[in-house]
Antibody, heavy 118, light 109 residues
Framework: EVLLLESGGGLVQPGGSLRLSCAAS????????MIWVRQAPGKGLEWVSY????????YYADSVKGRFTISRDNAKNSLSLQMNSLRAEDTAVYYC???????????WGQGTLVTVSS | QSVLTQPPSVSAAPGQKVTISCSGSSSNIENNYVSWYQQLPGTAPKLLIY???KRPSGIPDRFSGSKSGTSATLVITGLQTGDEADYYCGTWDSSLSALFGGGTKLTVL
């Protein structure tokens, strides 16, 4: 069974940093690209970042470029999102998902809530 | 405002059919596959349709998708109360970003 489990969310002040993690199991992690998607309270889905299986290709949404860094540790079956210079508009539930191919996100975690507030 | 345009809401009675549209452009839908995701209240999104019209294992054939030009459509037939959810279309864009539609809230009356 494919499982994705996010952690690391919480309350952080504007300008602060937070690191999210996603533990993957039930599939060959090294065979898949991964993404982060977020959903602000009461809003729709917003794609955040994409990383290929070998980390050779990485993409970011313009809204987070230069502030967020996606990475993965294939030895630990783990995906991360380092978030710096956080803003109130970054408040959202953050989901990690497996990318079967470029635009097919076939398994999702349950999400972790990030709240940016003073 | 999303690059992919969906109606904010649709509704229909149990047993009926509903159609949800997703409008994009030549830089996204026209030249890429479209996926559809279902998000039940309080849960994570779930892949419903991929590559325009294919269903993952376990998705009933009441759900179908199609694409024509710069638009895609999700059709749900034989509506059930358990289908009440938010539905999102998704695709890739030539700007090297993934896109989601703004979402459509389905109400089964």
């Amino acid at each position: 069974e494919v499982l994705l489990l996010e952690s690391g969310g919480g309350l952080v002040q504007p300008g602060g940093s937070l690191r999210l993690s996603c533990a993957a199991s039930g599939f060959t992690f090294t065979g898949y690209s991964m993404i982060w998607v977020r959903q602000a309270p009461g809003k729709g889905l917003e794609w955040v970042s994409y990383i290929t299986s070998s980390s050779s290709t990485i993409y970011y949404a313009d809204s987070v470029k230069g502030r967020f860094t996606i990475s993965r540790d294939n030895a630990k079956n783990s995906l991360s999102l380092q978030m710096n210079s956080l803003r109130a508009e970054d408040t959202a539930v953050y989901y990690c998902a497996r990318a079967a191919v470029l635009e097919i996100f076939d398994y999702w975690g349950q999400g972790t809530l990030v709240t940016v507030s003073s | 405002q999303s690059v992919l345009t969906q109606p904010p809401s649709v509704s229909a009675a149990p047993g009926q059919k509903v159609t949800i549209s997703c409008s994009g452009s030549s830089s996204n839908i026209e030249n890429n596959y479209v996926s559809w995701y279902q998000q039940l209240p309080g849960t994570a999104p779930k892949l419903l349709i991929y590559e325009n019209n294919k269903r993952p294992s376990g998705i009933p054939d009441r759900f179908s998708g199609s694409k024509s030009g710069t638009s895609a459509t999700l059709v749900i037939t034989g509506l059930q109360t358990g289908d009440e959810a938010d539905y999102y279309c998704g695709t890739w864009d030539s700007s090297l970003s993934a896109l989601f539609g703004g979402g459509t809230k389905l109400t089964v009356l």
